[in-house]
Each structure stands twice: as structure tokens, then as C-alpha cells.
């Protein structure tokens, strides 16, 4: 009996370790909430509705760890969450190349529970930074190589973090001193411009349909890069009609205009589909121009 128990606690470690789930916000302390209490629901693979902020760690095995790591950051319009495909997938693929990766289910700005929307997501990714940050030993990565990763609305929100220095996590004590801006950043079709090339389902679902014009040059990314903003590589299609090639090329000038560090990639074909599994060759490509490029930036 004792040795059923250990292979079974044995087995259950080694599952914990592959794919751990995080709560991020103790109980009864995540901010910006009415106190609802919520249900996690799902529709056709994708959760549109989300009862707490979730992180999933995704390691490689130690003996072929890196120190980097990478939050992935899924999209869904900021309506729902493309969880499995843009994000354990792409999560698994980074562990291939030795790079720890967690997933983070964040809360969507059409909550009910939210007493103001636009700040959610930036709130649950800030935290999420803070958390790896703060027990980056326990994961065998570092501190300081900690980065995002977001695919269409994702790359909207991981642009956000990158670039709003703010903290907005309430987080108290030594958490406070715990910087939220990430190391660097990779955004694959991302939603950047919620002004005249927005993928208009995000901007509505961010900001409401009448959002005021100041409101949505605050939140059109491109308008928030600065020197301090940290290297960023892009990828993007020249025949997406969902989210338009304009995004990543008008944040990339602002990048290229404050001297920021990073790369951009414009695939002549690939649509809105850039993913783990893409439609041809050329496109599958950016997972290697993504692999080579962070190694410039210090991958060990």
C-alpha cells in the first residue's frame, strides 16, 4: 500500500512540474473585482468567461533548462480566450527549445465582475511578472530574463505591459518594489492600433463602442513606445484581413524612432493564422526567426 501511495505521489509530482496551476491573487484579494463569484465557462474550445486569474507553468526538463521564460499571453479579441491554441501549445513549442513558459488565463474586460475593464488584463499579467520574478529560484529561471509573448489580442496586451510602467496590481510589501515592465517581448499579429487599422471586436471589447478619442489613443500601443520600452521582435502577415499588417509596422517605427531594440517580420501570406501549425513554409518560419532571435538578447 505504502508503495502505491509514493508511485502515486511520485506521478503527480512529475505532472505538477510539467504543468503546475498558479492562483495568482489570494482569495478575496484580486483587485478591481465587485466580488462575484464567477463560473469559468467555455464555448467551442475557447473560455469566454473566467472565475479567477490562472497561471500555467510549463517546464522543461532542469537538465536542459534555460534562465528565460516567457508568459504567453493568448487572444481572443479580449472576449475569449484561445487558451489551448495560443497558449499551451505555443507554451510546449518554447519548451523545445529549453525556455520555461506559463500560460496565463487573465480576465476578460467584458466581466461582469469588473468595476473597470480596461485595466484587468494589464492587472493580471503585471501580477504575473511580480509572481515569477519573486520565486524565479524555485523555477530554476531568472529574474531578469522574463518576457511576454501574445498572439492578436495577447500582442495587444503584451505590448500594454511593456510599455505602461504603472503598477496597477495593488500588491503591497515587498511585492511593491517588484518591477512589472517585462525583459523583452514577442508579438505574433498583434492588435497594436485602436484607432483607424483596429481589429474593431478588440476596441470594442477593451474600451466599450464609445470610447472617446483620448481614450483610444491611450491604449493604440504605438503611441506609448519609448526608449525604455524593452526589445521586442514582431511577426506579422501582409495578407491578414483580421488584424492589418499596419499594427506591427506603426509600432515598429516608434520602436525604430526611441531606438529600441527588436525586429520585424512580414510574412507575404499566413492571414490571421500564425501559429505552432501554419498553412506553408515560409510562414512556419517565424518559430526559428523567433528561436535565433533570442539568443541576441542574452538566452542561456
Given amino acids: 500500500m505504502k508503495k502505491a501511495i ?41 473560455i469566454v468567461q473566467i472565475k479567477e486569474t490562472e497561471l500555467f507553468a510549463f517546464l522543461p526538463p532542469k537538465e536542459e533548462r534555460k ?22 501549445q505555443i507554451a510546449k513549442w518554447f519548451n523545445t527549445q529549453g525556455i520555461s513558459a506559463f500560460v496565463l488565463n487573465y480576465r476578460l474586460p467584458t466581466s461582469p465582475d469588473l468595476k473597470q475593464k ?16 519573486k520565486n524565479a529560484v524555485q523555477y530554476g529561471i531568472s529574474s531578469d530574463q522574463i518576457g511576454v509573448i501574445g498572439t492578436s489580442a495577447g500582442g495587444h496586451l503584451a505590448a500594454t505591459v511593456s510599455n505602461i510602467s504603472t503598477d496597477y496590481t495593488e500588491l503591497k510589501g515587498d ?17 497594436i492600433d485602436l484607432g483607424e487599422f483596429a481589429h474593431i471586436g478588440s476596441r470594442n ?28 521582435v514582431l511577426f506579422h502577415a501582409q495578407n491578414d484581413k483580421t488584424v492589418p499588417v499596419m499594427n506591427s509596422i506603426l509600432y515598429y517605427q516608434e520602436m525604430t524612432k526611441n531606438k529600441v531594440k527588436g525586429a520585424l517580420f512580414i510574412f507575404p501570406e499566413g492571414e490571421h493564422k500564425i501559429g505552432i501549425t501554419n498553412r506553408s513554409e515560409l510562414t512556419d518560419n517565424w518559430k526559428k526567426l523567433c528561436s535565433d532571435w533570442l539568443k541576441t538578447i542574452g538566452n542561456k
Fill in 118 to 133: 480596461e485595466i484587468a488584463p494589464l492587472q493580471d499579467v503585471q501580477a504575473a511578472i511580480k509572481y515569477l520574478r
Fill in 205 to 232: 471589447s477593451l474600451l466599450g463602442e464609445n470610447a472617446s478619442p483620448e481614450k483610444i489613443k491611450e491604449y493604440s500601443m504605438q503611441n506609448r513606445v519609448t526608449e525604455k520600452t524593452p526589445p521586442t
Fill in 67 to 88: 534562465q528565460m521564460a516567457v508568459i504567453v499571453i493568448p487572444g481572443g479579441g479580449y472576449y475569449k480566450l484561445t487558451y489551448d491554441l495560443g497558449g499551451y
Fill in 6 to 46: 509514493f508511485i502515486t505521489a511520485f506521478f503527480l509530482i512529475n505532472q505538477l512540474s510539467a504543468q503546475e496551476k498558479i492562483i495568482l491573487w489570494p482569495k478575496g484579494q484580486m483587485p478591481n473585482s465587485k466580488g462575484l463569484q464567477l463560473k469559468t465557462e467555455e464555448k467551442e474550445g475557447r
Fill in 175 to 191: 511585492w511593491e518594489n517588484i518591477p512589472t515592465i517585462p525583459n523583452f517581448a514577442i508579438l505574433v499579429s498583434p492588435v
